[in-house]
């Protein structure tokens, strides 16, 4: 059987560990879908004869990144696929550079808390994925007997909440829930997901005047919320020290310290942030523009700096997007009123151009940008070998991207169902050109997805 091998060559390709891109050529086996040799030289450029092989692609100077890979992703089908879907969620995400995504248990009807569920929704995606799709289990009162049936389907670990969630069939998990579902999972190489906002018996929600201001809606989810669900996780975790733990998109700078020390502790405590709070400042958030309404919320400057500080002293591990639409009427866009909108910010496939555009202008490297976009996640997710670094071995997943291009957000860039997000108008930096799943073409900026088809795979 004759070998089929794609060969795309360049000057900039960003290899493992290195902070800027190099001279190198990537070969995979288009049978595997697998990275078979990487040579640290360019074979292209005016000195080819052209007599190459149709599998042979030269880049020049563009830049060969890893595919990405965001673990927080909110797909909603099946139940609510006119809130999102497989075919549009996994669709801008290659358009965005993301090669493989896990998505959430949470707004899918049924959601995913029991293997029958993660079948159903593994069913509901089955031809729809372009590109890879991994799902996080639920963990919710009662579900423990679940749990370890739930890994051996085929979830990546499980996410719960430690506050309302207004999801009936999503509650949250009290901290004697915690312990019956943590004594399960010390025994299984698996992650415990928190959304860390905790409301407790000190909590007292604020009186709203004013449903359409901002920050009275900021108020409202203050920062001791994160504080006291991060410190419970933590002394949780000094009980049942093999279960790794991971916090979602965290958003308050003050509970870094607590963070800081766990780590120095030798707890297995990770962290996310978004790109939203990386990229947006609460100040910046005119009274009503319900678009920018999630949880936790999007905090003043002063604590976007602190975040951006700890990503790059590596106390928050990765940043992912947290894509969590919704129908546009849910957004309550015409009364503005943040406390009855639908919370959540939509921005799959806007993700390496946001962090890009902020990252350079505070002079972060090429390579530390990628990384916590693609090894970091990629190792949280438990995809070590295979996802978010061009190895031997790996996955065959790149991209080729342009990131000297600008472009300015509209409608006509957005992939997703509702397009609706608080990125609209903004000129951003850096635009994915090409996107390869396993060797294979799924997104073209030229053409958009005309004459390709989903090559994703459930993973």
């Known amino acids: 059987m004759t070998t089929m091998i794609l060969t795309v060559t360049s000057c900039n390709v960003l290899l493992p560990d290195l902070d800027q891109p ?15 040799k990487v040579l640290l030289t360019y074979i292209g450029g005016a000195a080819c004869n052209g007599s190459r092989e149709p599998y042979f692609v030269d880049v020049g100077d563009r830049i060969v990144l890893p595919g990405l890979v965001d673990i927080h992703v909110h797909l909603e089908e099946p139940g609510n696929q006119d809130w999102e879907g497989f075919w549009t969620g996994t669709q801008a995400a290659a358009a965005g550079g993301v090669t493989a995504l896990i998505d959430m248990p949470v707004d899918s009807s049924p959601p995913t808390t029991t293997p029958r569920n993660l079948d159903i929704k593994r069913d509901s995606a089955h031809g729809q994925c372009w590109v890879d799709v991994g799902f996080w289990g639920g963990a919710i009162p009662q579900n423990q007997a679940e749990l370890r049936p739930l890994l051996f389907a085929g979830a990546r ?13 999503f ?9 019956k579902h943590m004594s399960l999972m010390q025994v299984r190489n698996s992650v415990m997901i928190f959304h860390a906002e905790m409301q407790n018996a000190s909590s007292s929600a604020p009186h709203i005047l004013n449903p359409r201001s901002y920050q009275e809606f900021l108020s409202s989810r203050p920062e001791e919320l994160e504080l006291d669900a991060i410190t419970l996780i933590t002394r949780l975790q000094e009980l049942y020290p093999s279960v790794s733990c991971h916090i979602a998109h965290l958003s308050a ?11 120095a502790r030798g707890l297995q405590l990770s962290v996310e942030t978004c790109f939203h709070y990386l990229c947006l400042s609460a100040e910046d958030i005119p009274d009503g523009a319900t678009q920018y ?7 003043e400057d002063s604590n976007r700096e602190l975040l951006w500080n700890a990503l790059l002293d590596g106390t928050i591990d990765c940043v992912v997007s947290d894509h969590s639409p919704c129908l546009v009427e849910m957004k309550e866009l015409e009364s503005g009123d943040f406390m009855t909108a639908w919370g959540g910010v939509s921005s799959l496939g806007l993700g390496l151009s946001l962090l890009w555009t902020e990252g350079r202008r505070r002079g972060v490297s090429m390579g530390q940008i990628i990384r916590c976009m693609s090894a970091k996640t990629a190792a949280l997710a438990r995809l070590p070998g295979t996802k978010g670094q061009l190895k031997v071995g790996y996955d065959g997943d ?3 991207w342009d990131p000297e291009a600008e472009f300015k957000v509209s409608k006509e860039h957005l992939y997703f169902k509702n397009k609706l997000t608080p990125y609209e108008g903004m ?12 060797g294979k073409l799924v997104y073209d900026s030229a053409l958009g997805f005309e004459g390709l088809r989903p090559s994703g795979k459930l993973i």
Do not use: M
């Open 22 to 36: 190099t001279p190198a050529t990537i070969n995979i086996d288009l049978r595997t879908g697998k990275i078979i």
């Open 398 to 400: 790149l991209v080729i």
């Open 293 to 299: 309404k999630c949880t936790p919320p999007i905090r």
């Open 171 to 179: 509650p949250c998990v009290s901290e004697k829930d915690l312990h």
């Open 157 to 169: 670990g499980f996410k719960c909440f430690l506050i309302d969630t207004g999801i009936k069939e």
């Open 253 to 263: 700078a003050s509970t870094l310290p607590i963070i800081r020390a766990a780590k």
């Open 427 to 438: 000129t951003l930096r850096g635009v994915v050109q090409k996107t390869y799943v396993r």
